[in-house]
């Protein structure tokens, strides 16, 4: 069974503070996208990265793709309030099938 | 709205029985998949369908959990004899798929509560 462990589980910072989540598995995925979750709300698509090595830059995040397509990092600088909720990191299981395994998600919590 | 909407948005049942889950995709989206979100939680692959098809229910909990879509649109997730442990958000998402790598557009979710 493929897993994607997220680390850390939990995290809370200042307004300003950059952060790191990591995504990591064993299995190596053809893709990984990452996601972001608000209370009462489904995840939404914040990038798809496809080429081992492959860095995507979205405003103040910066996406990473491992070279052997094994674990993906989100790297936020300068966090704001708004970058508040869960990240969550997926990928398809297999090339086969448009089902996505999940990561078990990182609480980010920005305060003021 | 153009986006996934699920209904009801909150459900609270006793145990044993049973419940049914709607959800309206993207109108034109092929694919239409079904995940359990446990609190604080990454979501759980349930099912998914192209069009009419079921084509994976390999996540199902077990045989009391039933989905369906019969017209290729609209989906609906049954719980038989709900227990405590069906607790949970169940999201819906519907992509395309556009043959390459797809963006899956979630509902809000259905928050399910088993007394």
């Known amino acids: 069974t493929q897993l994607l462990e997220q680390s850390p589980q939990f995290l809370s910072i200042q307004e300003g503070e950059n952060l790191t989540v990591y995504c990591n598995s064993s299995?190596?995925?053809?893709?990984l996208q990452w996601y972001r979750q608000e209370p009462g709300e489904g995840p939404v698509l914040l990038v798809t990265v496809v080429t081992g090595g492959e860095v995507k830059k979205l405003k103040r995040l910066t996406f990473q793709f491992g070279d052997a397509r094994k674990d993906s990092s989100l790297h936020i600088t300068a966090a704001q309030t708004g970058d508040t909720g869960l990240y969550l990191c997926?990928?398809?299981?297999?090339?086969?099938?448009?089902?996505?395994?999940f990561g078990t998600g990182t609480r980010l919590q920005v305060f003021p | 709205g153009a986006g996934v909407s699920q209904s009801p948005r909150y459900k609270v049942a006793k145990r044993g029985q049973d419940v049914a889950l709607r959800c309206d995709p993207i109108?034109?989206?092929?694919?239409l998949f079904w995940y359990q979100q446990a609190l604080g939680q990454g979501p759980e692959f349930l099912t998914y369908?192209?069009?009419?098809?079921?084509?994976?229910k390999s996540g199902l909990p077990s045989d009391r959990f039933f989905a369906e879509r019969p017209e290729g649109s609209v989906s609906t997730l049954k719980i038989q004899r709900t227990q405590q442990e069906d607790s949970a958000v169940y999201l819906c998402a519907s992509s395309l798929p556009s043959g390459g790598i797809d963006e899956q557009f979630f509902g809000p979710g259905t928050r399910l509560t088993v007394l």
């Open positions: 299995s190596v995925f053809s893709s």
């Open positions: 109108s034109g989206h092929v694919s």
């Open positions: 997926a990928g398809p299981p297999r090339l086969d099938t448009d089902k996505l395994i």
């Open positions: 369908f192209q069009n009419e098809a079921q084509l994976d």
